[in-house]
């Protein structure tokens, strides 16, 4: 952060954005819904903290190159507004609802998005890219499901939904563990 900002504000290209709260951490940085008085937004703050699991080139160059080639193949996902080079950060479209990882928490994932995830999968899979299909990084909002990620790979049939994804999307045996291992006392 420079010298004007706090953790209550934070600037993306001289444009100033009040913190509402922190929604979440990945592998490759923060992410805060932030408000400039009018709308609200998600901040993603590249970070540089190591992840055994992942290899990162530029992050922020990942990001920009995943969301066009995304784009590109029509997935649904939450608009990119800005960019701050410098910073190191990214201004997003907010998308309100509830994860798909918080709704098979509660039992209760509409059976409208399994269809939606596999019809991402019939645009992902002949363009030789995967997404990362962990329900964190999918949110429902008025019946559509959106990637609110921008990570994509080339194409690893280990890692598609129907292989890796999928285990997490109900409450499997392997989604209950990792959630005893993952939840908040």
Not at 25 to 33: A, N, P
Not at 69 to 84: C, F, K, S, W
Not at 102 to 122: F, N
Request: a negative charge.
């Amino acid at each position: 952060m420079s010298i004007h900002e706090t953790e209550q504000a934070m600037y993306v290209n001289n444009r100033c954005y009040t913190v509402e709260r922190l929604l979440g951490k990945g592998k490759g940085g923060y992410s805060y819904l932030v408000t400039d008085g009018e709308g609200q937004y998600v901040l993603k703050q590249i970070h540089h903290e190591p992840c055994s699991y992942y290899q990162f080139g530029n992050k922020l160059e990942s990001e920009l190159r995943d969301y066009d080639r995304l784009m590109q193949l029509g997935i649904p996902m939450p608009a990119m507004l800005d960019v701050d080079v410098g910073r190191e950060r990214i201004l997003k479209e907010y998308i309100c609802g509830d994860t798909v990882y918080d709704l098979v928490r509660r039992g209760s994932l509409p059976d409208t998005c399994i269809p939606q995830v596999q019809a991402m999968c019939r645009r992902l899979y002949p363009a030789n890219t995967n997404i990362d299909y962990f329900p964190t990084n999918f949110i429902l909002q008025d019946g559509t499901l959106y990637y609110i990620d921008y990570e994509c790979n080339d194409y690893m049939e280990q890692w598609n939904f129907e292989n890796w994804g999928a285990q997490y999307w109900s409450r499997t045996e392997t989604f209950l563990q990792y959630e005893k291992e993952h939840s908040q006392p």
